[in-house]
Every structure is written in C-alpha cells, then in structure tokens.
C-alpha cells in the first residue's frame, strides 16, 4: 500500500526529501541526472506539477532497476567524451523565475561503459547556442583532464589523445581556425582552455551529427523514441 502510494501522482512530496532521493540515485544513473537536477533545483518553488514530476520519475525508477553500469575488462583503456548544451531551456530556477539559462550535459565513457557524467544549470546566461555549447564543453574537458591523469597513474599507461564529440558546428569551427573572434573575447577562457587541452594531445574535437548526440539525454527531456536510443547508448550491456 505504501509503495503504491509513493507512486501516485496525486500525492504531495516533501521538496527536500523527494529531491536528496532522486539525486542520490541518479549517482549511478545518468538517465536520471537531467531530472535529478530540475527537480532539485525547483526545491524552493515547488509546486503541484513538481509533484507530478517525482511521481513520473519515480515510476521510471521502478520500471528500470535492472540498469546498470557495467565495464568491460577486455575493452581497450581509451576514454570518449560527448558534450551537449541546451540554448536557454532551463527555467527551474527557484531564484529567479522565467530566467533562460542554458544546461550542460556531460558523459565520458572509459573500459564500455559511463564513468562520468554531468546535468548542470549553467550559472551564466549564454547569449547563443554556440556559447553554451562552449560552456559545456569546457565543464567536460576539465574532468577529462582529471580522468586521464588518473588513468595513466592507476595503470601506468599512455593514453592516446581523447576523442570529444560536439555537435554544433559553430563550436568546432572555432578550434580548426584556432582564432576568437571580436564577438567571441568575453569566453576566450573557456576557448583557450580547451585549445591548450587539444595542443597537449590530450584530445581531439569531433562533430558529431545532432541525432547520434549522447549527451543530449542530460540537457532536456526526450521523446520515447530518442530516448530509447540514449538508453542503449548510455547502457551497452545493462
């Protein structure tokens, strides 16, 4: 009776608990991060439809307990990154109603399966798409750098440069003509940031076509069909 009670969408949850809950378990669960993170973040505006919500992920949750993340002992010790950004999606801001803000999402891949992975709200406001897809590439090349150097001390090993997988042209544009733009010196860190990662051979920065994007499941919500293929992308052997 109680867990049926758990699931009802008519029930009316406790912000803080409901919230600690879900982003506790999206620890191990990127499909979970994108709505971990709304949620939490909607803590102090909480409201009927937030309800709905955690009865809807929880749901979720009870339906997919067998997902896991499993790594492959005989896969090779390279390391993939996919980062993708949505451009002024996220209005769960409990300081500031209605503001568009941009979100980040992350996931590095090490021995077939997720490692890594990360459903921020971008503290600054991106003034287009291509800077919070910079934004959200600089997030993931500095837990890239800290995972390679852990890799290599752990097994004393030298990896090759990382393939990181973007999406947005612009973005990519950038780094082959290794130049920042009169509209672009605002976020010449997060540009110098990265080209020094890419001259290090610590990566490699790739387009990758929007429909293949696995991060895109950390940024927004996804039809069923789209989701579907995250899934599989985001857990190969669960």
């Known amino acids: 009776a109680k867990r049926n009670l758990v699931l009802d969408a008519s029930r009316s949850f406790d912000p ?109 406001t991106a003034m287009s798409t291509c800077e919070a897809e910079l934004a959200a590439l600089c997030l993931g090349v500095r837990s890239l750098i800290v995972v390679r150097a852990t890799v290599v001390f752990v097994f004393r090993v030298e990896l090759p440069p990382t393939r990181v997988y973007e999406d947005n042209a612009a973005v990519t544009r950038i780094f082959k003509r290794r130049s920042v733009g009169g509209r672009m010196r605002h976020i010449r860190v997060n540009i110098s940031f990265t080209l020094d990662a890419i001259d290090a051979d610590q990566m490699t920065l790739e387009q990758t076509p929007t429909r293949d994007q696995i991060a895109n499941a950390l940024t927004h919500s996804e039809g069923k069909i789209r989701h579907d293929s995250s899934i599989k992308a985001l857990f190969p052997i669960a």
Request: glycine letters at 6%; aromatic letters at 10%.
């Open 16 to 124: 803080a608990e409901i919230a600690g809950c879900l982003v506790f378990a999206a620890v191990l669960r990127p499909d979970l991060a994108f709505a971990a993170s709304c949620l939490a973040s909607a803590v102090g505006c909480w409201a009927p439809k937030h309800d709905r919500a955690a009865a809807r992920v929880l749901r979720y949750i009870k339906g997919t307990l067998h997902r896991r993340i499993v790594f492959r002992r005989n896969a090779p010790l390279g390391l993939a990154l996919w980062v993708d950004a949505s451009f002024a999606h996220d209005i769960h801001s409990p300081t500031a109603p209605g503001r568009a803000q941009s979100r980040s999402g992350c996931v590095l891949f090490f021995l077939g399966a997720v490692l890594w992975f990360a459903s921020r709200r971008q503290t600054a």
